[in-house]
Structures are given as structure tokens and as C-alpha cells.
């Protein structure tokens, strides 16, 4: 997205952008999604944005690089992120979605993307980190949304639980990895699981890339997250979620039912 399409959204951005936020102060999806057909990423992107001016600051990003596929990116607010162990407390009819992946924190701004070294300054500015990614929607029905509403809605993101840091990492083990996910005592991943686009630190590379100064661009501190090593379960609050990623550590989440 160039700058110029940032600093003019269409009226159709600014709608949704609009709606969305309305959501997020009601609690309720939005419904009558309908007619954002048209959408186009630039769209997707502004308002994603306009949501983050009214919510932010951002506090991370995911990033998603699939074959045959546009990468993109989504931010993750401040508000929604979550330190290991924590709990959560939601609707108890609400579907919640669990996804266990690797993510880095930033130690420092990231390199400029056109010197020579530009992966291994990368390198040296992150730390590997355990996630939880939570993934809710402000769309009702939103496992029918276009691809590109789902975009523009943070990519259904609803907030992620990082674990310990670790700073003794290779990139080259960050393809495959052996982990574990239960959920409320049922296991859904005990195995090698693979790294959606084939490796998590180039998924990272990737992003920096793309970013610029998107919703503020990366910043120290924040957590990008790189794709989901178990596909996406869905959940009701009142149980616990224990995930661990061997060689890089553990992460647990206790999601309570609202009274």
C-alpha cells in the first residue's frame, strides 16, 4: 500500500473502518457485512489503519506468506497482548480460535531492507518467543467474509499470550519444529508441525519488507508472529490451553467464561 492510498481511504474504507469500530465498543459483531464484496487490499489496509488510530497503538503484527498467495500482514493492538502465564475472560458462547506459532520480540528497529546483511542485523535484533495467537472476529459469520474483509479486520485477529523470550536461536531450525497443543485436556498437536511459508525467520524478513510505517511500522518491543503450527481449533471460554514448543519453551492461557 503506498502512501498516498494510507492518507486518502475510499469511502467504502472509511465505512467499514467505521462499523468495525462500532463493534468493538459494543462487543457484538458486525452483522450486516454484506456489500464490502468489492473490497480491494489497499481497502483492507487503510482500514486496518483507521482501527488501530482509534484502538492502538499496535503492539506487534502477524504476518502470512503462503504459496501461490499475496503475503500479508495484519497488526496485533497493545490491549490484546497477553504474557504467559494469563488468563482471559469471554462470552461463554463465543468460538474462539487457538493457534499455536513462533514469534519473535524486537530488541531493536530492524535494518534497513536494502543493505547487503539485511537478514543477519534481523537476526540480531529479535528474539524467539512461544505464542498463543487468539483469534476473534468483529464479523459475524466471518468463517463465510471474503478473504479480504477478514484482511481488513486485523485478519481476525483477537490477541496473542507470549511466552519466555529466548535469545540462542537459528534461523534454520524454524522450519520445522517439534511442539504440543491441548485444549481444555484434549490434544490437538503432539508432533513435528511445520511452519506455514516454510520457515519462520523468513516469514519475519518478509514483513520487514512489506511494513514500512504501516500502523506505525515495527518498533522495540513488539511481537510479529508468523503462522499457525497447528491449523485453527476453535474453542468455547472454561477451559485451559497449554502449549509448548520444544527448544524454545512453553505458553498457557486459562480462558475463563464471562459470569
Known amino acids: 500500500m503506498d502512501d498516498q492510498t494510507a492518507n486518502h481511504p475510499s469511502d467504502l474504507a472509511r465505512a467499514l473502518a467505521s462499523h468495525l469500530i462500532a463493534a468493538r465498543e459494543r462487543g457484538r459483531p458486525l452483522a450486516a457485512w454484506r ?10 489496509y487503510c482500514v486496518q489503519s483507521i482501527v488501530t488510530e482509534s484502538y492502538g497503538p499496535a503492539g506487534g503484527f502477524k504476518v502470512a506468506c503462503k504459496p501461490d498467495q499475496p503475503n500479508i500482514m495484519a497488526p496485533i493492538l497493545t490491549s490484546d497482548i497477553l504474557f504467559s502465564p494469563a488468563v482471559l475472560t469471554a462470552p461463554g458462547e463465543e468460538n474462539i480460535g487457538m493457534e499455536l506459532e513462533i514469534g519473535f520480540r524486537l530488541l531493536a528497529p ?5 543493505i547487503p546483511d539485511f537478514t543477519d542485523r534481523l537476526r540480531e535484533c529479535v528474539e524467539v518467543v512461544p505464542v498463543i495467537e487468539i483469534v476473534r472476529s468483529r464479523l ?8 479480504l474483509l477478514k484482511l481488513a479486520d486485523n485478519q481476525i485477529n483477537g490477541g496473542l499470550v507470549a511466552g519466555a523470550p529466548l535469545a540462542d536461536w537459528s534461523p534454520e531450525d524454524l522450519s520445522a519444529v517439534s511442539a504440543r497443543l491441548s485444549l481444555g485436556g484434549e490434544t490437538v498437536l503432539d508432533g513435528m508441525a511445520h511452519v506455514p511459508g516454510g520457515n519462520a525467520f523468513a516469514n519475519l524478513c518478509e514483513l520487514v519488507r512489506m511494513i514500512g510505517d504501516h500502523c506505525g511500522g515495527l518498533k522495540p ?3 510479529v508472529i508468523t503462522g499457525s503450527l497447528n491449523g485453527l481449533p476453535y474453542v468455547k471460554p472454561g477451559m485451559r490451553i497449554e502449549g509448548k514448543i520444544r527448544g524454545i519453551g512453553d505458553v498457557s492461557l486459562d480462558l475463563e467464561a464471562a459470569p
Open 35 to 44: 456489500g464490502y464484496e468489492t473490497l480491494t487490499a489497499d481497502d483492507a
Open 110 to 114: 530492524p535494518p534497513p531492507v536494502d
Open 140 to 147: 459475524s459469520g466471518h468463517e463465510s467474509a471474503p478473504a
Open 221 to 223: 518491543g513488539h511481537i
